[in-house]
């Protein structure tokens, strides 16, 4: 059976990178047929056009059908997945409360569309940003959807982290596991690599034992990783986009096959019932696990109190988000 796949903002440069990806079988194996429902505005649909030519002209045999639309009853429409991409963009001199009161009407009417239309086992991956805080307003928007099946991209920011990680040692991004990415993905993150592993010469080591730096892994280490993406968009004009996709291919498989054995990775997800001193109904990225299509928390790591502060700062930004948000949706 084709499972059917929403990505909205399908006519931006992320979906344009994610599509291809998706679509040739990268995220759910090369097996599993798909229907790809693609969600734009109403001026994007002749755009999005070209991308639905584009991915019919690339003949994937696992693409059954494409499906383009700019109305949200046809877009939700019993889906197995939602990845919402789409977001109001934050421009120059824009407050981040204006930012946050266009995202809340955004994200307030896809979580009811979520609500009305979709399966209620439908996993929904929210990328646009505020990333965290949108994923929280589309959860409470879509009251009979189970919470555990919202989660929000920091997977770029844990595959910054571990890139990071790779460079300073001369290994592959693969010899490094277990960074932790805590709470909002905003510069007030924070990347944890006090339980990560790395392999050295054939033996794990932890970082800190490894790096043997740190000043590095308490300093210009958490500074890159909170403000890559925006050195990115000074590098380049435009935001992380290929990275974007490739990180949200990876949180989404693991949300559909389970994480390795022994590693855990970083999700935003609601913070209910966590062990580590976070507010409860904050959508917070945590080290997880994921199994059979479910997340838990990795429970018992130690936090020093370097990582507590950072801990706290960030879960205080999340929770001010999430005041502002909650205001404008009852006015939304």
Known sequence: ?????LVTGAAGQIAYSLLYSIAKGDVFGKEQPLVLVLLDITPMMTVLEGV??????????????????????VAFKDLDIAILVGSMPRREGME?????????????????????????TVKV?????????????????????PKENFSCLTRLDHNRAKSQIALKLGVTANDVKNVIIWGNHSSTQYPDVNHAKVNVKGKEVGVYEAIKDDSWLKGDFILTVQQRGAAVIKARKLSSAMSAAKAICDHV??????????EFVSMGVISDGNSYGVPEDLLYSFPVVIKDKTWKFVEGLPINDFSREKMDLTAKELTEEK????EFLSSA
């Open 1 to 5: 059976e084709p499972i059917r796949v």
């Open 52 to 73: 639905v030519m584009e991915l019919q002209d690339c003949a994937l045999p696992l693409l059954r059908e494409v499906i383009s639309t700019d109305k949200e009853e």
């Open 96 to 120: 981040r409360k204006d930012l946050l009161k266009a995202n809340v009407k955004i994200f307030k009417s896809q979580g009811a569309a979520l609500d009305k239309y979709a399966k209620k």
């Open 125 to 145: 991956v929210v990328v646009g940003n505020p990333a965290n805080t949108n994923c929280l307003i589309a959860s409470k928007s879509a009251p009979s959807i």
């Open 253 to 262: 498989r693991d949300i559909w096959f389970g994480t390795p054995a022994g």
């Open 323 to 326: 005041e502002t948000a909650v």
